[in-house]
């Protein structure tokens, strides 16, 4: 348990075309770098009093992301993904992200590239000890949108969220990203 902890968001949601990194440590192997898309935002935490380590132990980002529905024109999908991070620096801008495979976008628009388009809201929120200390979305005036009972934005997870870890980019940026908390093995 903390003292209080205040989160700000120092920057919202956006998402951006990321393409596939290239290492050249493979002969014979020849692949061109496809499409990831990649939603992103940036925070920075303080706490009172504040610990000695000056970090977080660990907290929580829950991510929603409303794409297109391929299936139902005017209808959306919403994916969610909550990824825990630990060891998060107080008092300084970290960022925090989620992504969808060139796979998942190429089910969302029929396309290789430019997933981008498919988005049609990002939001987040920040968790900490089982409460929602900060949120944000990517548009003004539809903050908390994936709370709100819609008919038009239905749950799905057959389009994953993946955390960097899960992702070609993992051992890319270490500096920029908060440390996710490492899977432990059953």
Do not use: H, Q
Not at 52 to 73: F, G, H, M, Q, R
Not at 101 to 118: Q, V
Not at 131 to 152: I, R, T
């Amino acid at each position: 348990m903390y003292g209080a902890v205040k989160v700000d968001v120092t920057e919202k949601p956006k998402s951006e075309d990321v393409v596939s990194p290239e290492f050249g440590v493979m002969k014979g192997k020849p692949v061109k770098g496809r499409d990831w898309l990649e939603v992103e935002a940036r925070i920075k935490v303080d706490m009172a009093p504040e610990p000695k380590s000056k970090t977080c132990d660990s907290l929580t980002v829950k991510w929603y992301v409303a794409v297109d529905n391929p299936e139902k024109v005017g209808t959306y999908l919403k994916l969610t993904k909550e990824i825990e991070y630990v060891n998060v620096p107080l008092k300084e801008d970290v960022y925090c992200s989620a992504y969808i495979s060139p796979a998942s976008i190429r089910r969302l628009t029929g396309f290789e590239r430019s997933g981008k388009r498919a988005i049609k809201l990002i939001g987040f929120e920040v968790i900490i000890d089982g409460k929602v200390v900060a949120s944000a979305a990517d548009k003004p005036g539809k903050e908390n949108w994936w709370s709100a009972a819609s008919s038009v934005i239905a749950d799905t997870t057959a389009v994953p969220l993946l955390n960097k870890m899960e992702t070609p980019f993992a051992s890319l940026w270490w500096d920029r990203y908060a440390e996710i908390k490492a899977k432990t093995s059953p």
